[in-house]
C-alpha cells in the first residue's frame, strides 16, 4: 500500500516561490503516478498536473504554466512541486494522490486512491 | 477544457434516506469519471472510478453509473458518517477537471 507523505506549512510573500515535497513510501506495485490538487479556503478542488505514463511527461494545468513544476528524486522517491511568482490567490492546501494502475498490453486506471495529508500554503 | 456542471450544490437527509448527485461533462467523456468525498479538514477520498467501479473499502451503499456526458452518484442507506462534500472529476482529458461539489448534510 502506497504512503504519501507531505511537507510542512509554508507561508511566503507575494512574489516569492513556494516547494511542496511529497515522499512516496510503501511497497507500490509499479511506478506511483502522481498529482497536485489545491484547495483554496472555502473553495471546491482544482488539478494542477500529473504524470502521464502514456505521453512518459507531465502535464500541467494550463492556468499553472509557466509558474509550475513537479520533479521527481528517484533517489529519496520523492515528488517536488514548485510553484513561483506566488500571488495571493495561490494561499491554498495542496495535496499530492497517487493514480492506481496497472499496466497489461494497455493501462487500465483505478483513479486517485491515495492522498497526502495536504500541505497549507499561506500567501501574504 | 471540459466543463463538469454537479447538482444540486447542497441537499439535507435522513438517515436511511436515497440520494442522487449527478454530473454533466461539457462533452462526451465515455467512462472517465471519478467520485470523492471530502470531509472538513481531510483529503478527498476515492468512492468510485471508471464511473461505476468501487474501490474495496468502499460501503456498498455508495453506487456510480452514467456515460458520455451524464453521471450519478447514488448513496442508499445514507448513514450519520456520510456527511461531507462529494465531487465528480473527469480524468478523459487534460486539464482534469472537477465539479463544483455538492455539500451533504445527514
Known amino acids: 500500500q502506497v504512503h504519501l507523505e507531505q511537507s510542512g506549512a509554508e507561508v511566503k510573500k507575494p512574489g516569492a516561490s513556494v516547494k511542496v515535497s511529497c515522499k512516496v513510501s510503501?511497497?507500490?506495485?509499479?511506478?506511483?503516478?502522481i498529482h497536485w490538487v489545491r484547495q483554496a479556503p472555502g473553495e471546491g478542488l482544482e488539478w494542477m498536473g500529473g504524470?502521464?505514463?502514456?505521453?512518459?511527461?507531465?502535464i500541467y494545468a494550463q492556468q499553472f504554466e509557466g509558474r509550475v513544476t513537479m520533479t521527481e528524486d528517484t533517489s529519496t522517491d520523492t515528488v517536488y512541486m514548485e510553484l513561483r511568482s506566488l500571488r495571493s490567490e495561490d494561499t491554498a492546501v495542496y495535496y499530492c494522490?497517487?493514480?492506481?494502475?496497472?499496466?497489461?498490453?494497455?493501462?487500465?486506471?483505478?483513479?486517485?486512491?491515495?492522498w497526502g495529508l495536504g500541505t497549507t500554503v499561506t500567501v501574504s | 477544457a471540459i466543463q463538469m456542471t454537479q447538482s444540486p450544490s447542497s441537499l439535507s437527509a435522513s438517515v436511511g434516506d436515497r440520494v442522487t448527485i449527478t454530473c454533466r461533462a461539457s462533452?462526451?467523456?465515455?467512462?472517465?469519471v471519478t467520485w470523492f468525498q471530502q470531509k472538513p479538514g481531510r483529503a478527498p477520498k476515492l468512492l468510485i472510478y471508471?464511473?461505476?467501479n468501487v474501490p474495496s473499502g468502499v460501503p456498498s451503499r455508495f453506487r456510480g453509473s452514467g456515460s458520455a456526458r451524464d453521471f450519478t452518484l447514488t448513496i442508499s442507506g445514507l448513514q450519520p458518517e456520510d456527511s461531507a462534500t462529494y465531487y465528480c472529476?473527469?480524468?478523459?482529458?487534460?486539464?482534469?477537471?472537477f465539479g463544483q461539489g455538492t455539500k451533504v448534510e445527514v
Open positions: 494522490a497517487s493514480r492506481g494502475h496497472e499496466y497489461s498490453n494497455h493501462f487500465y486506471y483505478y483513479g486517485m486512491d491515495v
Open positions: 510503501g511497497d507500490p506495485p509499479n511506478e506511483p503516478l
Open positions: 504524470f502521464d505514463p502514456e505521453e512518459r511527461k507531465t
Open positions: 462533452r462526451g467523456i465515455r467512462n472517465d
Open positions: 471508471a464511473a461505476s
Open positions: 472529476l473527469q480524468d478523459y482529458d487534460y486539464p482534469w477537471t
